[in-house]
């Protein structure tokens, strides 16, 4: 979808302004709330990734290791 949080704050400045019309309002909350689906979802599908990558991999950490396994 794009925009993400940046479109979310222009359109929370739109509404914080008091110029739009109540039609306009509710066009706007549905699409802010449809970024906030976009964002949700874009965080669960990031935080899968670290969750991949950190199965197995990360392993406390010993002073004087190297990287050499």
Not at 10 to 18: A, F, K, L, N
Not at 21 to 31: G, I, M
């Amino acid at each position: 979808m794009g925009g993400g949080p940046a479109g979310r704050g222009r359109i929370v400045q739109r509404m914080e302004s008091g110029t739009l019309s109540l039609e306009q309002s509710l066009v706007d909350y549905r699409r802010a709330a449809t970024l906030v689906g976009w964002c949700r979802k874009s965080l669960a599908d990031v935080q899968q990734q670290v969750r991949i990558l950190e199965a197995d991999l990360l392993r406390p950490f010993e002073a004087g290791e190297t990287d050499e396994s």
